[in-house]
């Protein structure tokens, strides 16, 4: 079984930065995207960024600008430097490690970041 292990959330200020991690371990098959959900209170979940095994990035209209999506060496670990953050930054953040197969695509726990004066 594939574990995702995410860090990184907290309180921060607007205008202040935070840095996600996300480590994907156990995967017997290859993961093409790494990415990174979020889930705000009484919306539904979406996609802030994505990059694939490549280094191919995309982001979110709202985030573009402010965050940058990076991934390791190792393609298991993915990244996500926040910045200028903004209240409606605020949602639970989820990483996606996405093999391609549909019974192969993973999720975290999910981890709350709060930007709040």
């Known amino acids: 079984q594939v574990h995702i292990v995410e860090s990184g959330g907290g309180l921060v200020q607007p205008g202040g930065s935070l840095r996600l991690s996300c480590a994907a371990s156990?995967?017997?098959?290859?993961?093409?995207?790494m990415g990174w959900y979020r889930q705000a209170p009484g919306k539904q979940r979406e996609l802030v960024a994505v990059i694939t095994i490549g280094g191919s990035a995309n982001y979110a209209d709202s985030v573009k600008g402010r965050f940058t999506i990076s991934r390791g060496n190792d393609k298991n670990t993915v990244y996500l430097q926040m910045s200028s953050l903004e209240p409606e930054d605020t949602a639970v953040y989820y990483c996606?490690?996405?093999?391609?197969?549909?019974?192969?695509?993973?999720w975290g726990q999910g981890t709350q970041v709060t930007v709040s004066s």
């Open positions: 156990g995967s017997i098959f290859t993961i093409y995207t």
């Open positions: 996606n490690a996405d093999t391609r197969l549909a019974t192969r695509n993973y």
